[in-house]
């Protein structure tokens, strides 16, 4: 059975900085991502990371909000993947949800690109 298990939501003044944590069991995934959803809002792609599958070497994606403030990697060996946000914003307040595939091509932005989704872990981000 697959599972994708966050970690490390939480309140934060702006500015601060939070790490969420995702770990995957029961199969690995040569994508993993991150996606967010505001109350209100439709879920939208904030980072995702594709192993090469040749080399140690992986490929990072990022949304336009999070180039800069976030930093998407993962640790194999673990099978878990992480999601270092900085200079948090009111604005980023949100669920945040891991999301898994195994895909061939270029890193996907669109949610139906991943058959695999944590519980979400809330981030809140106050003034």
């Known amino acids: 059975q697959v599972q994708l298990v966050e970690s490390g939501g939480g309140l934060v003044q702006a500015g601060g900085s939070l790490r969420l944590s995702c770990a995957a069991s029961?199969?690995?995934?040569?994508?993993m991502g991150w996606f967010r959803q505001a109350p209100g809002k439709l879920r939208e792609f904030a980072a995702a990371?594709?192993?090469?599958?040749?080399?140690?070497?992986?490929?990072?994606d990022y949304a336009d909000f999070a180039k800069g403030r976030f930093t998407i990697s993962r640790d194999n060996a673990k099978n878990t993947v992480y999601l270092q946000m900085n200079s948090l914003k009111p604005e980023d307040t949100a669920i945040y949800y891991c999301a898994a595939a195994n895909s061939y091509g270029p890193i996907t932005r669109r949610t139906v690109g991943y058959g695999y989704w944590g519980q979400g872990t809330q981030v809140t981000v106050s003034s």
């Open positions: 990371i594709k192993s090469s599958g040749i080399t140690d070497s992986s490929l990072t």
């Open positions: 029961g199969r690995s995934f040569n994508t």
